[in-house]
């Protein structure tokens, strides 16, 4: 049974640091790419981060040179410590495989978690 638990977040002012991590069971993690996604109010998901089974990172543009994601293979935990923290961050941040999970025909998903960039 796939089960992904993330935690971490909250509130945080403008040029702050955070950091977001999730737990993974019920799939081979330690051979799949592994992402971060996030969404915002009335925007779709999208993929901010992910790292190959082979460790290597990749970042969309607007997050490059901020935020830098980690695995634990040992734990299954995916991580993504994020710095110089900005309003157009916020978003509520998943953690899934690249690309996401699927049972059957349906997408899973964990419950998420906020990040609220504010002053």
């Known amino acids: 049974q796939v089960q992904i638990a993330e935690s971490g977040g909250g509130l945080v002012q403008p040029g702050g640091s955070l950091r977001v991590s999730c737990e993974v069971s019920?799939?081979?993690?330690?051979?799949?790419?592994m992402g971060w996604y996030r969404q915002a109010p009335g925007e779709e998901r999208e993929l901010v981060a992910l790292?190959?089974?082979?460790?290597?990172?990749w970042y969309t543009g607007a997050v490059e040179g901020r935020f830098t994601i980690s695995r634990d293979n040992a734990r299954n935990t995916l991580d993504l410590q994020m710095k110089s923290l900005q309003p157009e961050d916020t978003a509520v941040y998943y953690c899934?495989?690249?690309?996401?999970?699927?049972?059957?025909?349906?997408?899973?998903w964990g419950q998420g978690i906020q990040v609220t960039v504010s002053s």
């Open positions: 019920g799939t081979t993690f330690e051979d799949s790419t």
């Open positions: 899934n495989e690249v690309p996401r999970i699927q049972i059957g025909s349906d997408a899973y």
């Open positions: 790292i190959s089974s082979a460790n290597s990172p």
